[in-house]
């Protein structure tokens, strides 16, 4: 069946450093695509999504990178800091106009 | 601010004993969705409101139900909880289908 998967369950980055969070996702349908950060006992908040007509999308220290051609994302955070520890989700928009979330990526910043 | 509000944060019951978690919105959002979130593991959707009319995902348990009295509110009913039900539940909503959907801070639920 349709999927979205995270090919890392566990990233852990230097303080300063840039971070990249992959995920995989096998609906070359698919059109909408968001990454979600969720804290440790907090609900998941959005940080940033893309349309599969663009392939990349900026926002603040985070930028997401969409590969339609091999049916992956990815989330980049510059100058990583230990607020952004937590675990990244990625989600795509199902046939249904569900979210299909991926397993998740543990991001851990040590300073 | 506008937000999704849920309560409460923590919640203990017994095995077996009905439980009813609440969630509001302040977005005027037109859908609202329940989650059931377990340890190291992504949301998983149980259903979801689209205005009046509800949408229940097939692999939900019978054991779940849900209400929406109106727009502002929507409440998530376990009739008789197992230690199998004991997890986060997470309430979101979006503006409309195909729309991001925004997180409520979520209910920590314990079966005793």
């Known amino acids: 069946g349709e999927s979205v998967g995270l090919h890392l369950p566990t990233l852990s980055v230097q303080e300063g450093d840039n971070s990249i969070i992959n995920c995989a996702y096998s609906n070359s349908a698919s059109d909408y695509f968001i990454w979600y950060k969720q804290e440790s006992g907090k609900g998941p908040q959005f940080i940033i999504d893309?349309?599969?007509?663009?392939d990349k999308r900026q926002g603040q220290r985070v930028t997401v990178l969409l590969n339609k051609t091999v049916k992956h994302l990815s989330l980049q955070i510059a100058a990583t800091q230990p607020g952004d520890s937590a675990v990244y989700f990625c989600a795509e928009l199902n046939a249904g106009n569900m979210l299909t979330f991926g397993g998740g990526t543990r991001l851990m910043v040590k300073p | 601010d506008a937000m999704v509000i849920q309560n409460p944060r923590y919640q203990v019951t017994q095995f077996g004993k009905p439980v009813t978690l609440s969630c509001s919105q302040t977005l005027n959002h037109n859908v609202m969705y329940w989650y059931q979130q377990k340890s190291s593991q992504a949301p998983k959707l149980l259903f979801h409101y689209y205005d009046k009319d509800f949408n229940n995902e097939a692999d939900t348990p019978d054991n779940f139900q849900s209400r929406r009295p109106n727009t502002s509110f929507c409440f998530l009913d376990i009739r008789s909880p197992g230690l199998g039900d004991a997890a986060m539940y997470l309430c979101?909503?979006?503006?409309?289908?195909?729309?991001?959907?925004?997180f409520g801070p979520g209910t920590r639920l314990t079966v005793l």
């Open positions: 893309i349309r599969s007509n663009m």
């Open positions: 979101a909503t979006s503006r409309d289908q195909a729309y991001t959907q925004y």
